[in-house]
């Protein structure tokens, strides 16, 4: 089946620092990535996504590469803010479930400190 | 458009008792997909929904758990009898179910149950 593994957390980081959240997948055929965020109190929103091999997801100065070779879609910025303290969630949907069912993983903790 | 709602926002009740939880889908979106978020376990998918109709439910925990989706416009997830071990949060996401796509959250429920 397909899964979906990122670093554990949580990840603290002072602010205008690097960002890198790991991520690899596992998956039959060819899946499209997705990063999801959620602030405290609230749902998951779409941060980024690519669909196909090489595709750079950005948003908001974030980054992801779909790197098939490596099955890997790691989460970039290169100078984080205090309003980015979320938690980040790597996922995938491919046929198997009509690209509309949704393996996420476990979550990313990103606390932000000035 | 005002987004995925989801009712009530926090719920608190006894073991034993039932209780209901209620979401109201993107006006258009034509999936519907109930998920848990708790600490040990992340987020799970419970159930979901296409053009009203039960698609998977696998991710449906025991018998004590129920959905439904009786119009396009409205579905509910009931619990009956709760147990302390069903307190999570509840998310409803709605997607329109064109191409590879995104799922749009609700706020969620904040379920408690003594």
């Known amino acids: 089946g397909n899964s979906v593994t990122q670093m554990e957390g949580p990840v603290t980081l002072s602010e205008e620092a690097f960002l890198t959240i790991n991520c690899t997948y596992t998956?039959?055929?060819?899946?499209?990535l997705f990063w999801y965020v959620q602030y405290p109190g609230e749902g998951l929103q779409l941060l980024l996504k690519?669909?196909?091999?090489?595709d750079k997801g950005s948003n908001k100065g974030f980054e992801a590469t779909y790197r098939k070779e490596t099955t890997s879609f790691h989460l970039e910025k290169g100078s984080v803010q205090v309003s980015d303290s979320a938690v980040y969630f790597c996922?995938?949907?491919?046929?198997?479930?009509?690209?509309?069912?949704?393996?996420f993983g476990t979550g990313t903790k990103l606390q932000v400190i000035p | 458009d005002a987004g995925v709602i989801q009712s009530p926002r926090h719920e608190v009740t006894e073991m034993g008792q039932e209780v209901t939880l209620r979401c109201k889908p993107i006006?258009?979106?034509?999936?519907l997909f109930w998920y848990r978020q708790t600490m040990m376990r992340g987020l799970e998918l419970l159930i979901y929904?296409?053009?009203?109709?039960?698609?998977?439910d696998s991710g449906m925990p025991e018998d004590r758990f129920s959905a439904k989706m009786p119009n396009a416009s409205f579905s509910t997830l009931k619990i009956q009898p709760s147990e302390p071990r069903d307190s999570a949060v509840y998310f409803c996401?709605?997607?329109?179910?064109?191409?590879?796509?995104?799922?749009?959250f609700g706020p969620g429920t904040r379920l408690t149950v003594l």
């Open positions: 996401a709605s997607s329109t179910g064109q191409g590879k796509n995104e799922q749009f």
């Open positions: 690519a669909t196909k091999a090489d």
């Open positions: 996922a995938l949907s491919d046929a198997s479930g009509g690209y509309q069912k949704v393996t």
């Open positions: 006006s258009g979106h034509d999936y």
């Open positions: 998956a039959t055929g060819y899946p499209s």
């Open positions: 929904f296409n053009n009203n109709v039960p698609i998977d």
